[in-house]
């Protein structure tokens, strides 16, 4: 059972950046797809970014303002967030599968999440 730990969340005012970690139980190499996630108030979850292959990609919303990354020795997956706006408010999860997607019910492990709140 792998099992994913994300830290790095907080309170941040418009325009900052926080830097998310998700670090994995299981040693983990390029070939493991790491995604994130996100959850607003009132919202569905939805894709933000993820990497597979030192490849990462992104979803629709995210404007080129966030930076998926990862360190395979750490066994940990990066979310830089920068430009941070109060719609960027939710809690953050990242998750894990052997393929790239964005679809969250393709994924099988899941952390418990990270709340980010974004404010004006």
């Known amino acids: 059972q792998v099992q994913l730990v994300e830290s790095g969340g907080g309170a941040v005012q418009a325009g900052g950046s926080l830097r998310l970690s998700c670090v994995s139980s299981?040693?983990?190499?390029?070939?493991?797809?790491v995604g994130w996630f996100r959850r607003a108030p009132g919202k569905e979850r939805e894709f933000v970014g993820g990497?597979?292959?030192?490849?990462?990609y992104y979803g629709d919303s995210i404007e080129g303002r966030f930076t998926v990354s990862r360190d395979n020795a750490k066994n940990t997956v990066y979310l830089q967030m920068n430009n941070l706006k109060p719609e960027d408010t939710a809690i953050y999860y990242c998750?894990?599968?052997?393929?790239?997607?964005?679809?969250?019910?393709?994924?099988?492990?899941w952390g418990q999440g990270t709340q980010v709140t974004v404010s004006s």
């Open positions: 299981a040693r983990t190499s390029g070939s493991v797809n």
């Open positions: 998750a894990q599968n052997a393929f790239a997607s964005r679809e969250q019910n393709q994924y099988n492990y």
């Open positions: 990497i597979i292959f030192g490849t990462p």
